[in-house]
């Protein structure tokens, strides 16, 4: 049998050798597939069962080894909605199966994926280039909580509601010595730079606007809205009321009616009084925050934190004698409808509305397997969880994913034309390994002759 099993292994060489070119090639013809995974070929040698000192080198077989956890480059690219993996995981996606009255039907077990050219469909889902949808959880706008278990990810075209203003930020520096227009006129007169105590009220009547200007300064104005998303613009002016050492006051006002004549309210005292002690530092308020609504030209706002923070006002000494700006910002916005989405850090689906706004609408996890090369391969870069490979679990994908990023072929054209000469070589030799056996039994046949 030695003839006949020389050729039978070599013939199972040609066969392994065989498989490991068509490896070959199909790694070679994905090197440019977004996401392709190359299959390697290992081979194991079959010994048949012989005594000691009888032992056959046997046949060889060959088996595909999967490299679904050798990451491929990532190539940036202009389209926000793009995503690549830097490390371990798998997206989690769905394939369509049909339609059912115009509404898409998914089907199937859950598959995994590192392709990452997702792009929005016409209906808002993420939809890879071989036709897989993407899964996620879907987060509320308003308040980014998870708003449903992990399903296809379906951005609304839906308006984001408008958010009512609820704590204005104000940091700035008050002059310790006031500059006023009556101080400038007095020519620093001692107290000059004090509201006199007449406008010391908590309305300031039309008629006094303009003693009121000439003994305050300017401070910022900001835009407010309502839960209607109504704008509600709150200029603001500063009046120092007391210069007493180790606890000089201030007052805000803000501009309550732009129209008022007469007698009627034009500015709006802050009830809460602001003091500093010796070094400029704020006392009171303590906590640094007034709640405080707004009524401006007959709109109210809902009730607002002004949150100047514990050192967020100082009184420090001021060449100008004016406010020194430091930061002013409010957390409400009107209605917005969406412009644009896109893919942020942590896997966060951020969408951009017409408001100014960018907020998260859902999250992608990443799914992890104790044994992810022994998935099953499937055709659209994709793989199925098996018994081998087990369970997946989902977790945060954290610094992992890049937005506007997708992952490339871990393919290695260089090192593919290295393994394909030493393929053809093994194959040419175990061809001649069949030509010296049919010449062995040749001469065998010769023999009767």
């Known amino acids: 049998m030695g003839i006949f099993g020389a050729m039978t292994t070599a013939i199972s060489g040609l066969s392994s050798q065989s498989f490991a070119l068509e490896n070959i090639s199909g790694n070679i013809a994905n090197s440019r597939t977004t996401g392709f995974k190359r299959v390697d070929t290992s081979f194991a040698d079959l010994v048949p069962d012989q005594p000691l000192g009888r032992e056959l080198a046997g046949s060889v077989g060959a088996f595909s080894r999967n490299t679904a956890t050798v990451q491929g480059d990532v190539q940036v690219t202009s389209i926000g909605t793009n995503v690549a993996i ?59 909580a998870q708003n449903g278990p992990l399903q296809v990810l379906q951005i609304s075209a839906n308006n984001l509601p408008a958010r009512a203003t609820g704590t204005i930020k104000y940091n700035a520096n008050l002059p310790k010595t006031p500059k006023t227009a009556s101080y400038v006129a007095s020519n620093n007169a001692a107290n000059s730079e004090l509201l006199s105590v007449p406008l010391q009220v908590a309305a300031i009547k039309a008629s006094d606007n303009s003693a009121f200007l000439d003994q305050t300064i300017p401070g910022q104005t900001i835009t407010t809205y309502d839960a209607a998303g109504s704008p509600i613009s709150i200029n603001l002016r500063w009046a120092k009321t007391s210069n007493t050492a180790g606890a000089e006051t201030w007052s805000a006002y803000y501009e309550s009616d732009t129209a008022a004549t007469g007698t009627a309210t034009r500015w709006t005292q802050i009830p809460t009084a602001i003091t500093f002690n010796a070094s400029g530092q704020m006392t009171a308020p303590a906590n640094g925050i007034i709640a405080q609504t707004f009524t401006v030209n007959g709109a109210t706002t809902p009730t607002i934190n002004l949150n100047f923070g514990t050192t967020g006002l100082t009184q420090f000494s001021d060449a100008n004698g004016s406010l020194n700006p430091g930061s002013l910002t409010q957390d409400g916005y009107p209605s917005g409808n969406i412009q644009n989405v896109s893919v942020g850090q942590g896997g966060r689906v951020m969408a951009g509305y017409s408001n100014g706004q960018t907020v998260a609408v859902a999250q992608i996890p990443l799914a992890q397997l104790p044994a992810d090369n022994l998935m099953k391969r499937k055709d659209g870069g994709v793989f199925e969880a098996t018994l081998e490979s087990g369970e997946a679990l989902l977790a945060d994908a954290g610094r992992n994913i890049q937005g506007g990023a997708v992952e490339n072929s871990n393919v290695d054209i260089a090192d593919e034309f290295s393994k394909m000469i030493v393929t053809q070589q093994a194959y040419s030799a175990n061809t001649k390994v069949v030509t010296t056996a049919q010449s062995m039994l040749q001469d065998v046949i010769n023999i009767i002759r």
């Open 86 to 144: 830097s490390g371990e995981g798998f997206f989690v996606v769905k394939e369509k199966t049909s339609d059912n009255g115009g509404a898409a039907v998914f089907g199937g077990s859950n598959l995994y994926t590192r392709r990452g050219d997702f792009q929005l469909d016409r209906d808002g889902r993420l939809v890879s280039g071989t036709g897989y949808y993407l899964m996620g959880y879907p987060l509320n706008p308003t308040n980014g």
